[in-house]
Nanobody, 124 residues
Framework: QVHLVESGGGLAQPGGSLSLSCAAS????????MAWFRQAAGKEREFVAT???????YYGDSVKGRFTISRDNTKNTINLQMNSLKPEDTATYYC??????????????????WGQGTQVTVSS
């Protein structure tokens, strides 16, 4: 079992930055694809970014060029650097882990372990 805990959420102004972290415990994340999803009030969960075990990264269209996902296997953590934030980035952000050798990294159903989420609010 992989236990995931997110941190770093909060309030940011439009155009500002926030950095989210996800700490994993229970198993090394070395072989896992690690991802961030988000869910705004009244909306479906949305893919944000993922980083495969080999380091390949993928981003949702709405965050490309603004968000950067990274991982540190030595610390069993992943991070999401969010720049040029927009009000529409407001959501609860969830960290997820999954063994996804051939499946789609974009689908939340392919991830086995989830954190509890951290709130990000972008507002002036």
């Amino acid at each position: 079992q992989v236990h995931l805990v997110e941190s770093g959420g909060g309030l940011a102004q439009p155009g500002g930055s926030l950095s989210l972290s996800c700490a994993a415990s229970g198993r090394p994340i070395t072989n896992y694809a690690m991802a961030w999803f988000r869910q705004a009030a009244g909306k479906e969960r949305e893919f944000v970014a993922t980083i495969r075990s080999g380091g390949a990264t993928y981003y949702g269209d709405s965050v490309k060029g603004r968000f950067t996902i990274s991982r540190d296997n030595t610390k069993n953590t992943i991070n999401l650097q969010m720049n040029s934030l927009k009000p529409e980035d407001t959501a609860t952000y969830y960290c997820a882990a999954g063994l996804i050798p051939l499946g789609s990294v974009f689908s939340s159903t392919n991830y086995d372990w989830w954190g509890q989420g951290t709130q990000v609010t972008v507002s002036s």
